[in-house]
T-cell receptor, first 114, second 115 residues
Framework: AQTVTQSQPEMSVQEAETVTLSCTYD???????LFWYKQPPSRQMILVIR??????QNATENRFSVNFQKAAKSFSLKISDSQLGDAAMYFC???????????FGKGITLSVRP | GAVVSQHPSWVICKSGTSVKIECRSL??????MFWYRQFPKQSLMLMAT?????????EQGVEKDKFLINHASLTLSTLTVTSAHPEDSSFYIC???????????FGPGTRLLVL
């Protein structure tokens, strides 16, 4: 069984600043995928970024990047130049592919101060 | 792209009635779809895995007879909440992926209120 832990329930960042959201996971699988999803007030789940475990290079999507530390089983999300529209709940998730199920963390609520 | 739709987005029903929620993958085929339930400010709770052409796989604690799932085609899965009660009021979300370990794409969700 896999677990995903997001220990910070809330964070706040000043507009235009950088913020890092933490996530740790545990799985016995060697082949897995990691994701960050964003859920704004509309509650639509939006894929932010994904990382294949076999890739050493950290994934990047515009202002979003990850710090993937495989040995430490850590997968943090960095948001640069934070914008008001980044305010949302963020979920870290892991998919080992054994049955394609996603395991989610509890989520973190990010607020952006103007 | 990969778009998943859900219908209806909002439903209000009386206690004791049944409600059907549809989940469609609009631009790809999905052999597997997933149904989640989410309470406010909480994470997604997986209810069941919907497999095209076969029976759904339910998570522990989820009543099969209460939450009927049908995956009739590669683009459509339905969740029927039978004999709904106020405690079934929640936000229900479906997701679909293009293949094993692939990214899951989510529908916009359905808000169910049972009076």
């Amino acid at each position: 069984a896999q677990t995903v832990t997001q220990s910070q329930p809330e964070m706040s960042v000043q507009e235009a600043e950088t913020v890092t959201l933490s996530c740790t996971y545990d799985t016995s699988e060697s082949d897995y995928y990691l994701f960050w999803y964003k859920q704004p007030p509309s509650r639509q789940m939006i894929l932010v970024i994904r990382q294949e475990a076999y890739k050493q290079q950290n994934a990047t999507e515009n202002r979003f990047s990850v710090n993937f530390q495989k040995a430490a089983k850590s997968f943090s999300l960095k948001i640069s130049d934070s914008q008001l529209g980044d305010a949302a709940m963020y979920f870290c998730a892991c998919n080992t592919g054994a049955n394609s199920k996603l395991t989610f963390g509890k989520g973190i609520t990010l607020s952006v101060r103007p | 792209g990969a778009v998943v739709s859900q219908h209806p987005s909002w439903v209000i029903c009386k206690s004791g009635t049944s409600v059907k929620i549809e989940c469609r993958s609009l631009d790809f085929q999905a052999t597997t779809m997933f149904w989640y339930r989410q309470f406010p400010k909480q994470s997604l709770m997986l209810m069941a895995t919907s497999n095209e052409g076969s029976k759904a796989t339910y998570e522990q604690g989820v009543e099969k007879d209460k939450f009927l799932i049908n995956h009739a085609s590669l683009t459509l899965s339905t969740l029927t909440v039978t004999s709904a009660h106020p405690e079934d009021s929640s936000f229900y979300i479906c997701s679909a992926g293009k293949g094993s370990k692939e990214t899951q794409y989510f529908g916009p969700g359905t808000r169910l209120l049972v009076l």
